[in-house]
């Protein structure tokens, strides 16, 4: 299991100084499976960083709940905001015996002027993810279902190694009878789906 110096020491050296002033600024936090991080119509306060395994971020609309994102290890927690920045239609839960590393915006902002080289790293990490997101999501709306199973097999193989299958036809679009016919699909063609 990560800690979080083992991410940010991916971008930057940090010496002892540094990593007591990371860790004045974030706790740890464990979440047993299926646990509630934050509720529907909960604003969310905190900043999250995913340290092991996986998170599901749902959405709800009138009485509808719908799969966003999945977060693993070494990934922030993008949460879409309205005007208000709050985010209330959504929801944060593990999916496994999952580790955060969790701040608010305070501690955020103490450890960036204490650490000024952390602000930098941050950037170009958050950009990155929400790039990669971004390219992923506009990738998989152009797909058919036996394509888009094919893609996140090929790209990003935790969501069909780690994630149950009811969530995962949630987030592609798709019903559970659906994923489970494709999924039938792909294995004929002798591909190995535990590799």
């Known amino acids: 299991m990560k ?5 940010v020491e991916q971008y930057i050296e940090l010496t002892d100084e540094d990593k007591k002033i990371i860790i004045a600024n974030n706790r740890e936090k464990f ?5 509630i991080i934050k509720n529907f119509n909960d604003p969310f306060k905190e900043n999250f960083f995913v340290l092991s395994r996986c998170v599901c971020l749902s959405y709800q609309y009138l009485d509808y709940t719908n ?16 005007e208000s920045n709050q985010a209330t239609l959504y929801q944060l839960r593990s999916i496994t015996d999952t580790k955060l590393a969790i701040s608010n915006d305070f501690q955020t ?4 002027k204490k650490l000024p080289k952390f602000e ?3 950037r170009q990490f958050a950009e990155r ?4 997101k971004i390219f992923f999501t506009d990738k998989i709306k152009s797909l058919s279902p036996l394509e888009k199973y094919k893609f996140i097999f090929e790209n990003r193989r935790q969501l069909v190694n780690q994630v149950p299958q009811h969530l995962l ?3 592609l679009g798709m019903t559970p009878e659906t994923l489970s016919r494709v999924r039938k699909l792909f294995t004929t063609n002798d591909i190995d789906l535990n590799q």
Request: proline share 5%; aromatic share 18%.
């Open 169 to 171: 036809a949630s987030y």
């Open 129 to 132: 993810k929400l790039s990669e």
């Open 109 to 112: 902002e103490i450890l960036i």
């Open 31 to 35: 979440f047993k499976k299926n646990e």
């Open 120 to 122: 930098s790293v941050c």
């Open 67 to 82: 799969v966003s994102d999945f977060f693993f290890s070494g990934d922030p927690i993008l949460i879409p905001m309205n």
């Open 3 to 7: 800690t979080i110096f083992e991410f």
